[in-house]
Each structure stands twice: as C-alpha cells, then as structure tokens.
Nanobody, 125 residues
Framework: QVRLVESGGRAVQAGDSLRLSCAASGLRFSDYHTGWFRQAPGKEREFVAAIRTTGGSTDYAESVKGRFTISRANAKNTVSLQMNSLKPEDTAVYYC??????????????????WGQGTQVTVSS
C-alpha cells in the first residue's frame, strides 16, 4: 500500500520560513517523480514544485520561484519543500504527490497517481 504523509505545516507570519516534508512508503521511491501542490479555500488545486527521480531537475510555479526549493532524499524516501519569504497568498493545504517516472516532470495534477492527505499552511499578514 502506497502512503505519502506530509508534515510541517503550521501558522506563521508573512516573511517567515517553513519546511514541509513528505515521507513515502509502499513504493520504490527512486522510481517516482514527486511534486508539491496546494489548494486554497474556494480555489482549484495548483502546482507548486516538482522534482525528478534523481533530483537532477526541478520545476516551479512562477508564483514561488526564488522563494521555494524542492529537494528529495531517496535514501530516506522523503521529499521536502523549503518555503521562504512566505506571503498570505501562500495559505493553503499543501499536498505531496508521486508520479511513476516519465520522460518529463509534470505540473499537471492528473499525471500524479499517489497523493498525501495534505498539511495546512497559514500565513498571516
């Protein structure tokens, strides 16, 4: 059984930093591209960042470029999202997701087969 479990979400102030982690089990983690998505109340789920199986390539949404960094540790079956200079508009439930290796990393949610339950990030001004 595949499980993705996010952690690290909490309430912070604008300008603060936060690090989210996602622990994977039940799959050969190094065979999966992984991504972070988020969903704010009343909005659709949106892409945040993604990283290839080996960590050699990443992709980011324009809204988080230069502020967020995705990384992974295949030996620990974890993927992380370092979030700096947080803004109120970053408030959302953050989800990690896994996609079996393909020729490219995807920013499209339907391409990801496995999802975590989400962790809440709240940024106040």
């Amino acid at each position: 059984q595949v499980r993705l479990v996010e952690s690290g979400g909490r309430a912070v102030q604008a300008g603060d930093s936060l690090r989210l982690s996602c622990a994977a089990s039940g799959l050969r983690f190094s065979d999966y591209h992984t991504g972070w998505f988020r969903q704010a109340p009343g909005k659709e789920r949106e892409f945040v960042a993604a990283i290839r199986t080996t960590g050699g390539s990443t992709d980011y949404a324009e809204s988080v470029k230069g502020r967020f960094t995705i990384s992974r540790a295949n030996a620990k079956n974890t993927v992380s999202l370092q979030m700096n200079s947080l803004k109120p508009e970053d408030t959302a439930v953050y989800y990690c997701a896994a996609r079996y290796r393909a020729s490219y990393i995807s920013s499209s949610a339907p391409d990801y087969a496995y999802w975590g339950q989400g962790t809440q990030v709240t940024v106040s001004s």
